[in-house]
């Protein structure tokens, strides 16, 4: 059985672990993507510390929680593609723990980066989820989204399962840097938006002027 230490992740979650091993901890990232309040840099290096235990494979965590980011990103991406902006918005706003804001901070920072934000948005927290919903939108082609996505997931999450791995029983020191590393990334990816923001409006004002 896991026995968590420190940053208790919530039940099911070692519940999943213990009773299915490494597809138990890919159904939990699959949820952590649907529903980003989930703690990834708790799952993760649970997953790690599991497999120090030989609760599961170190190569099974790896392949199953990658596998699990990218069905999870897929669905948001159907959402996107299916429902389009405005009902995908209205939906989110009815669900709890997720901000509207966030998903429109998140769509502007596609608009401005394309495909590297999917890329590089699996390695940004809160990012990391919502940026599947602008390229559903959009309507990315979906091998490419598929690769991007994948690559992007499996950096993130060989990180941290190896770090859980490593640090054995002491693998809830992981979140402690995740807290630092997220407040700076979330920090410049928020200045990043407002910047493109700033930019387009700022371009759009003489032309509304000259057609006034």
Do not use: C
């Not at 429902?83 to 669900?95: M, Q, S, W, Y």
């Not at 995740?178 to 928020?190: F, G, T």
């Amino acid at each position: 059985m896991i026995e968590s230490i420190g940053n208790t992740p919530p039940g099911w979650i070692t519940d999943l672990m213990d009773a299915l091993g490494a597809p138990g901890a890919g159904l939990a990232i699959a949820a952590e993507n649907l529903f980003p309040p989930l703690p990834s840099e708790v799952i993760l290096p649970l997953a790690g510390f599991a497999a120090s235990r030989g609760t599961m494979q170190l190569a099974s965590a790896l392949v199953w929680t990658t596998l699990g980011s990218v069905i999870g990103a897929l669905a948001l991406y159907g959402a996107g593609a299916l429902l389009g902006r405005a009902r995908t918005v209205a939906i989110a706003a009815k669900l709890p723990l997720v901000k509207v804001s966030d998903i429109e901070k998140t769509e502007r920072w596609f608009q401005r980066h394309g495909t590297k934000a999917v890329f590089f948005g699996r390695m940004i927290p809160l990012f990391r989820s919502l940026i599947s919903i602008p390229a559903g939108i959009e309507r990315m082609p979906v091998p490419v989204f598929l690769a991007l996505t994948t690559l992007g997931s499996l950096i993130w999450n060989a990180i941290f399962v190896l770090a859980g791995y490593a640090l054995g029983e002491n693998w809830e020191e992981v979140t402690g840097y995740v807290d630092v590393y997220s407040k700076v990334v979330l920090a410049a990816a928020a200045l990043s938006v407002a910047a493109f923001a700033l930019i387009r409006v700022s371009r759009r004002g003489p032309g509304l002027r000259r057609r006034g």
